[in-house]
C-alpha cells in the first residue's frame, strides 16, 4: 500500500471514530462490540489454520480444544452484544442461549451443572440484554465464590407476575457472603438501576440466591425444566 493509500485509510478511521463518538455511547459500544467480535473470529481463524497444518497429535489435539473454548467464549460475547433494534424478543429462549454458551466456556470442565428452569417471557430486547449482561456475572460469580473447591449446581429462573419480572441466580455451593462488595457487584446494581430494578442476595448453608426484580406489563404462565449441557 503506498504512502497516499495509507494516510487516506487512517484519516477514514479518525472520521468514522468521530461520527460515533458524536452519535451517542450506544452507537459507540455497538461498533466496539462488533469489533471484538472480529477480533474474536480472527483468532479462531488463526488457531483453527495452526491445528490443520499440525503433524504431532497432541498439539494438533490441544489446538483443536482452544478454538473450540474460543467458540464457546464468542458465543457468550454474541449473546452479551447490545442489539440493534429494541423490539419484543422471546427473554427464555435468549437466557437459553446465554446459559449454554457460558455452560460449555466457564462451568463445564469444572464440572458445575447449570440449570435454567424456563417459563414463557418475553420483553424488550434493550431490556433483556441488560438482564443478560446481569445473570452472566451473577453466574460467574457463583462459579467463582461458592465452587472454588469443585463441582456444584447453579440454577437460573426468571418468571413474571402482573407487575415484576424477577430473575434468581442460586447455588447449591458454600454460602459465606464475600468479605466485602466486588466490582462485580457494583457493576450489577448499576445495570439494575438501568431499568428501575434492584437486587436482594441471601446467604445460608445450602448456598445463595441472587434475585433480580424490575418492572414488567405482561403475564406468563407455562413451566419447564431444562438441564444444559455441551
Known amino acids: 500500500m503506498r504512502k497516499t493509500d495509507r494516510g487516506l485509510a487512517a484519516k477514514t478511521r479518525e472520521c468514522r471514530m468521530s461520527q460515533l463518538i458524536e452519535s451517542g455511547p450506544a452507537l459507540l459500544l455497538r ?5 471484538v467480535g472480529n477480533e474474536f473470529a480472527a483468532a479462531v481463524g488463526a488457531i483453527s489454520l495452526a491445528a490443520a497444518r499440525a503433524h504431532d497429535v497432541q498439539v494438533k489435539s490441544a489446538l483443536v480444544a482452544v478454538e473450540n473454548l474460543l467458540h464457546n467464549y ?33 462451568l463445564d470442565s469444572r464440572g458445575i451443572d447449570l440449570l ?3 417459563h414463557d417471557v418475553r420483553m424488550d430486547a434493550t431490556r433483556c440484554w441488560r438482564l443478560g449482561l446481569i445473570v452472566s456475572e451473577l453466574i460467574t460469580n457463583s462459579a467463582r465464590h461458592a465452587f472454588a473447591d469443585g463441582a456444584g449446581l447453579v440454577r437460573v429462573e426468571l418468571t413474571a407476575s402482573e407487575t415484576f419480572y424477577a430473575c434468581r441466580v442460586s447455588d ?7 468479605i466485602r462488595p466486588g466490582q462485580g457487584l457494583r457493576i450489577v446494581n448499576a445495570l439494575a438501576k438501568g431499568f428501575e430494578g434492584s437486587i436482594t442476595q441471601k446467604f445460608g448453608r445450602h448456598g445463595s440466591t441472587s434475585i433480580l426484580t424490575f418492572p414488567i406489563e405482561t403475564r406468563v404462565s407455562a413451566r419447564s425444566e431444562q438441564k444444559l449441557s455441551a
Open 31 to 35: 461498533e466496539f462490540s462488533h469489533r
Open 74 to 106: 464468542a458465543s457468550v460475547h454474541r449473546c452479551l452484544r447490545m442489539p440493534e433494534h429494541d423490539i419484543r424478543i422471546d427473554a427464555t429462549e435468549y437466557l437459553r442461549k446465554l446459559c449454554l454458551a457460558i455452560s460449555r466456556s466457564k
Open 116 to 118: 435454567l428452569v424456563e
Open 172 to 178: 447449591n455451593g458454600r454460602g459465606a457472603p464475600p
